[in-house]
C-alpha cells in the first residue's frame, strides 16, 4: 500500500537523534503533500479505526482505502488545508467511496476550510505531529488474554509504523496489524507483564518495560487502558 510503503521508508531513513538536545534545524524525514477532494460527513470519533466517540474532539477525518493503508494511519493527525483555510484533524476511519488523496471530513472540520454548502472541494494535506503532552497509552481489546491478544496503540505524536513484544527468550517478535486498528497476537502474548517496543514514521523507537495485563488468565470483560512511560519526541 502506498501510504504504508511510504511510513515505513521513513522509518527506515531513521531519526535517532531526535529526541536529543541540541538538534540540527529539521533532523527528521518529511511527510508527502497528497492532493485530492475533500468532503464531510457526521462524524462523531468512531468509525474503522475501533476509536470511541468523541463528542468534545470532532475534528476527525477518514481517508480513502489506499491512503488508510489497512490502518496504517489511524489515530495519525493530518494538516489539510482547502479554498478557505486550514485544519488538523486525527484519522478515524476508512472512507470506501473516496479516491486516493481524498479526505473525508467532519462537518465541523470541513467549515474550517470551506463554506459546508460547497460540499466537495479541492485540498492538499500531509502528516503532522500530533498535539499531545501525555505519553502513549496501550489499549487491550475486550477479550484480550495470555492465548489471545489485541493491543491498539493511542495518544501518539506520530503514525505507528511497527509494534513489537519481547519474548521470553529476549528476541523482538513483529504483531501484525489488523485493518481495524490492533495489533493481534493470535496465539497470546503470555501472562505478562510485556516489554513492547514501537516505531513511528520517522524512525523514533521507544521502548517500555513491565506493560500488565490487568488479568492475564481471565479474558478481559471490557477493554482497558495501560499507560506507557513514553512518548515518541518531537522533531523540528
Not at 107 to 113: D, G, L, N, V, W
Amino acid at each position: 500500500m502506498r501510504a504504508l510503503a511510504a511510513l515505513a521508508a521513513l522509518a527506515l531513513s531513521g531519526c535517532g537523534d531526535c529526541g536529543r538536545k541540541p538538534r540540527p534545524a529539521n533532523p527528521c524525514p518529511g511527510d508527502p503533500t497528497h492532493s485530492g477532494r475533500a468532503t464531510y460527513y457526521a462524524a462523531d470519533g468512531s468509525g474503522k479505526c475501533s476509536f470511541e466517540p468523541s463528542p468534545d474532539d470532532l475534528m476527525v477525518a477518514a481517508l480513502d482505502d489506499v491512503d488508510y493503508a489497512d490502518a496504517a494511519l489511524c489515530g495519525a493527525c493530518v494538516a489539510v488545508t482547502g479554498p478557505t483555510g486550514s485544519v488538523v484533524v486525527r484519522v478515524v476511519d476508512r472512507c470506501p467511496g473516496c479516491e486516493p488523496g481524498d479526505v473525508d471530513l467532519s462537518r465541523e472540520a470541513f467549515a474550517r476550510i470551506a463554506p459546508l454548502e460547497q460540499g466537495r472541494v479541492t485540498v492538499t494535506w500531509h502528516v503532522v505531529a500530533c498535539d499531545v503532552v501525555a505519553p502513549i497509552v496501550y489499549h487491550f481489546k475486550e477479550r484480550s488474554n495470555a492465548s489471545w491478544t489485541g493491543v491498539q496503540i493511542r495518544n501518539h505524536r506520530y503514525p505507528v509504523v511497527t509494534f513489537e513484544r519481547r519474548r521470553d527468550d529476549g528476541v523482538y517478535e513483529d504483531v501484525p496489524r489488523a485493518d481495524f486498528n490492533y495489533f493481534v497476537d493470535r496465539d497470546g502474548m503470555g501472562p505478562g507483564p510485556y516489554t513492547f517496543r514501537l516505531t513511528d514514521s520517522k524512525g523514533h523507537v521507544v521502548e517500555d518495560t513491565g506493560v500488565a495485563l490487568a488479568a492475564p488468565t481471565v479474558p478481559l470483560s471490557s477493554a482497558t487502558d495501560v499507560a506507557s512511560a513514553s512518548q515518541f519526541p518531537p522533531c523540528d
